[in-house]
């Protein structure tokens, strides 16, 4: 099991980037794939991107592809989303997810999941 919180989130104008960042505690870290979603106001939860526990293979949203960028640094426990051309429907709250073993664009296959952290793109 391990715990995660989410950061990086904010205002930003339409166009422009942030990074997204999430740490997690827990000695298993390195062996979970990690995975990061998000929910709009009315709309269910959608998955955006994972990586694999080694960070070699990644999946991506169609609707983020090319866009955004997840990436993971094991040493020091931490996932990254850096989101680039942000767009007004990028809004939405912005969770970190883990799952031992292969990532998974599911949500129910996620055993543990971070706070949150508000990201608002205006147009």
């Known amino acids: 099991q391990v715990q995660l919180v989410e950061s990086g989130g904010g205002l930003v104008q339409a166009g422009g980037s942030l990074r997204l960042s999430c740490v997690a505690s827990?000695?298993?870290?390195?062996?979970?794939?990690l995975g990061w979603f998000r929910q709009a106001p009315g709309k269910e939860r959608e998955f955006v991107a994972a990586?694999?526990?080694?960070?070699?293979?990644?999946e991506y949203a169609e609707s983020v592809e090319g866009r955004f960028i997840i990436s993971r640094d094991n040493d020091k426990n931490t996932v990254y989303l850096a989101m680039n051309s942000l767009q007004p429907e990028d809004t939405a709250v912005y969770y970190c997810?883990?799952?031992?073993?292969?990532?998974?664009?599911?949500?129910?296959?996620?055993?543990?999941w971070g706070q949150g952290t508000q990201v608002t793109v205006s147009s």
């Open positions: 997810a883990a799952r031992p073993g292969y990532y998974s664009p599911w949500d129910g296959d996620y055993t543990d």
């Open positions: 827990g000695t298993m870290f390195s062996s979970y794939a």
């Open positions: 990586v694999t526990w080694s960070g070699r293979d990644t």
